[in-house]
């Protein structure tokens, strides 16, 4: 008996998994960092030869602009550095790129 319920279960979880929505996030971020990794915040906040660049990539074809709002957070083990969860700043875009070939 316990078989058989076990089995019903997942014929019905296995049916309904296909049908459910995932999450689709519209804009992926990525974050690169060129060597040399230097040991203080200093290098990375450089104006010149900054090794830090964010590419912000609007997967959502139908858009043309999308905007957001960025936060950080650094950790190690015993320190986080996070943004301020009240903190709004001004909005940043994701805009969708064409290529014509």
Do not use: K
Not at 45 to 69: C, E, F, G, H, K
Request: glycine share 2%.
């Amino acid at each position: 008996m316990h078989r058989r319920w076990l089995t019903l279960c997942m014929a019905i979880g296995l049916s309904c998994a296909g049908q459910l929505p995932a999450q689709q996030c519209p804009v992926q971020a990525n974050l690169v960092i060129t060597p040399p990794f230097g040991l203080s915040l200093a290098h990375y906040t450089a104006v010149i030869n900054n090794p830090v660049s964010l590419n912000l990539w609007l997967r959502d074809l139908t858009m043309v602009n999308y905007q957001v709002r960025l936060r950080l957070t650094i950790e190690s083990n015993r320190v986080r550095i996070y943004t301020d969860p009240h903190y709004l700043p001004a909005h940043s875009s994701a805009n969708s790129v064409t290529s014509s070939s």
